[in-house]
């Protein structure tokens, strides 16, 4: 079984429509996705709840889709999965039960936990992680 490789105009389409959707998802940041795709009257948790967990969902899945078209290799894309689910089932519920008890649903986080917040809404550990599998298959195979 052979492996097809995407053509190079799939790559830089696939590359564009991924950073395209890391910048309208930065540049609607404000936007309330509950209330656009639920036109429902909810506790201001469980729409602090979606909306910090849509986004994260849509900029990593935009950044595995950016990953697999910069290394086009399974490895990379499922270690970019498992960094994925670690943020979906370790970090977020960690974040959500701090921030919620603390501080609310406010949206300014104190010095403690904006750090946390800059992972949830950004997608700060898969930029790292492009970073690493750059490093690692690019600059490291050159000093050996």
């Given at each position: 079984?052979?492996?097809?490789?995407?053509s190079?105009?799939?790559?830089?389409?696939?590359?564009?429509?991924?950073?395209?959707?890391?910048?309208?998802?930065?540049?609607?940041?404000?936007?309330?996705?509950?209330?656009?795709?639920?036109?429902?009257?909810?506790?201001?948790?469980?729409?602090?709840?979606?909306?910090?967990?849509?986004?994260?969902?849509?900029?990593?899945?935009?950044?595995v889709?950016?990953?697999?078209?910069?290394f086009?290799?399974?490895?990379?894309?499922?270690?970019?999965?498992?960094?994925?689910?670690?943020?979906?089932?370790?970090?977020?519920?960690?974040?959500?039960?701090?921030?919620?008890?603390?501080?609310?649903?406010?949206?300014?986080?104190?010095?403690?936990?904006?750090?946390?917040?800059?992972?949830?809404?950004?997608?700060?550990?898969?930029?790292?992680?492009?970073?690493?599998?750059?490093?690692?298959?690019?600059?490291?195979?050159?000093?050996?």
């Amino acid at each position: 079984m052979t492996k097809r490789k995407l053509s190079r105009r799939s790559r830089l389409a696939l590359g564009a429509l991924s950073l395209s959707g890391l910048a309208i998802v930065y540049i609607l940041q404000q936007v309330n996705y509950f209330h656009f795709l639920f036109p429902l009257e909810t506790s201001t948790n469980i729409t602090f709840i979606f909306n910090r967990t849509f986004r994260l969902l849509v900029n990593d899945l935009l950044c595995v889709i950016l990953i697999f078209v910069l290394f086009d290799e399974k490895k990379y894309v499922k270690m970019a999965y498992l960094v994925l689910t670690i943020e979906l089932v370790v970090i977020l519920p960690l974040y959500f039960l701090i921030k919620l008890k603390m501080e609310g649903d406010a949206e300014i986080s104190s010095p403690l936990l904006s750090q946390i917040h800059r992972l949830i809404v950004n997608p700060m550990l898969m930029f790292v992680l492009i970073a690493g599998f750059y490093y690692q298959r690019f600059l490291s195979a050159k000093n050996q």
